[in-house]
């Protein structure tokens, strides 16, 4: 005899589905059903779970409808853009394709997301460098003052060229990232809407 699922034990299993998902977006998942079994009212729960179907089920089509949105919508940080491509990596895995073939997806996918992430990391240190670099040639610079004039100012503009060029650099790449990582929460949004019509 089949054992039928309480709407807690329903949402605990969906939350152990879940639990990879970034804080935010599971929480916003989980108060999706807690809603959905509230509008359903006590008297509808077991209808309302086979509705969902199973827990594991449940969460794949959560995951990809997440994908799907932040796709759609643009990065407004860096956490939410990262945040975007975790979700877009746990719907690649929740949608029905061949698993050597999403594998060797996945695998490509992250090592150009790593290569990329690695050159906007060396360009942000190369910024944070500069700037560094800025206030510390104008503290130099002071102590050619009385010395040797135009020595002076070659060091104060050199501080005000490091330090000018350093914030913008660390800007840019500011700018690049957030611009990245909101291309990579469309194309996994491109390649579930696609594996997903392979499917159908």
Not at 17 to 37: C, H, I, M, N, S
Not at 40 to 51: F, M, T
Not at 62 to 81: D, F, P, R, W, Y
Not at 108 to 125: D, P, R, S
Request: with cysteine.
């Amino acid at each position: 005899m089949e054992t039928i699922m309480t709407k807690t034990e329903y949402i605990e299993a969906l939350k152990k589905q879940l639990r990879r998902l970034p804080k935010d977006d599971l929480q916003r998942a989980l108060d999706y059903f807690e809603e959905y079994f509230a509008d359903a009212g006590p008297e509808h729960e077991a209808q309302a779970i086979e509705d969902l179907g199973e827990p594991s089920v449940a969460a794949d089509q959560i995951i990809t409808t997440m994908a799907l949105s932040n796709s759609k919508e643009s990065v407004k940080n860096v956490k939410k853009g990262l945040n975007a491509v975790r979700v877009g990596i746990l719907a690649l895995f929740a949608i029905p394709i061949g698993l050597p073939l999403l594998l060797v997806v996945i695998a490509v996918i992250l090592i150009l997301l790593l290569a990329v992430f690695i050159l906007l990391f060396a360009g942000l240190l190369a910024g944070v460098f500069l700037t560094a670099t800025g206030p510390l040639c104008i503290i130099v610079s002071l102590t050619q003052l009385a010395a040797d004039f135009p020595v002076f100012l070659c060091l104060i503009g050199m501080g005000l060229a490091f330090l000018g060029l350093g914030i913008l650099i660390i800007y840019g790449m500011i700018v690049l990232t957030k611009r990245t990582l909101s291309g990579c929460a469309r194309m996994f949004g491109r390649l579930i809407e696609k594996g997903g019509k392979a499917h159908d």
